[in-house]
């Protein structure tokens, strides 16, 4: 059973607009949470997190808005550029779990047209 | 600086033959991981470890096994390979007290 879940395969926006990607989770007790960029033939980058006694966390372009009670977690990228053409992966972690046992949707590809 | 290394980035093997990921991390991170990609699948945790000697099954840890004799090195083994391993692995770690891992460039299966 798929307990983190990005439905959209793909993406795609116009370079300057915003991107918004979508993660919800079924795991009431994961209580962190965190965005992953891979670009093709390289490991997934750290990109942002944030925690479940948050709801909003923002580093420069990027801004991870957490609803807990709907499980839903989203990434906003803006203003959106070519260079963040990528896959996004969003993890969770907790209940527990040990620190390097994420668990990953399964990514949205994202494209962003010049 | 070189992070978490992954060797060889790219392996073909057939059917039944045995082979070894190597992964070295020279951050000094206790915890350490290897994921598979797969399409539509994302990445699912095989085997992790917490410590030096201390290992543990994930997701998907079936055909797989695992060591942690030293802090830096966290070998995958595929002891008898199966067209359904065909995958893209990476090899992740952190630090305690972190949730954010360092992974690798990854390593590419194809097993025929």
């Known amino acids: 059973d798929q307990q983190v879940k990005q439905n959209s395969p793909s993406l795609s926006v116009q370079e300057g607009r915003i991107s918004i990607l979508n993660c919800d989770y079924t795991?009431?007790?994961?209580?962190?949470f965190l965005w992953y960029k891979k670009y093709p033939a390289e490991g997934p980058t750290f990109l942002i997190s944030?925690?479940?006694?948050?709801d909003k966390n923002e580093d420069g372009r990027f801004t991870v808005f957490l609803n807990k009670s709907a499980k839903h977690l989203s990434l906003h990228i803006v203003p959106s550029q070519p260079g963040d053409s990528a896959v996004y992966f969003c993890?969770?972690?907790?209940?527990?779990?040990?620190?390097?046992?994420?668990?990953f949707g399964q990514g949205t590809i994202l494209t962003v047209h010049p | 600086n070189a992070g978490v290394t992954q060797t060889p980035k790219f392996q073909v093997l057939k059917t039944g033959q045995s082979m070894t990921l190597q992964c070295a991390q020279d951050?000094?991170?206790?915890?350490m991981s290897w994921y598979r990609q797969d399409p539509g699948m994302g990445l699912r945790l095989i085997h992790y470890?917490?410590?030096?000697?201390?290992?543990d099954q994930g997701e998907v840890p079936n055909g797989y096994n695992v060591s942690r004799s030293t802090t830096e090195d966290f070998p995958l083994r595929l002891l008898s390979a199966a067209p359904s391993q065909t995958s893209v692995y990476f090899c992740?770690?952190?630090?305690?007290?972190?949730?954010?891992?360092?992974f690798g460039e990854g390593s590419r299966l194809t097993v025929l």
């Open positions: 470890s917490v410590g030096a000697g201390i290992t």
């Open positions: 795991n009431s007790m994961f209580d962190y």
């Open positions: 993890a969770a972690l907790g209940g527990g779990t040990s620190y390097g046992k994420l668990t």
């Open positions: 992740a770690s952190t630090e305690a007290g972190a949730g954010e891992l360092f």
């Open positions: 951050m000094n991170h206790e915890y």
């Open positions: 944030i925690s479940s006694i948050k």
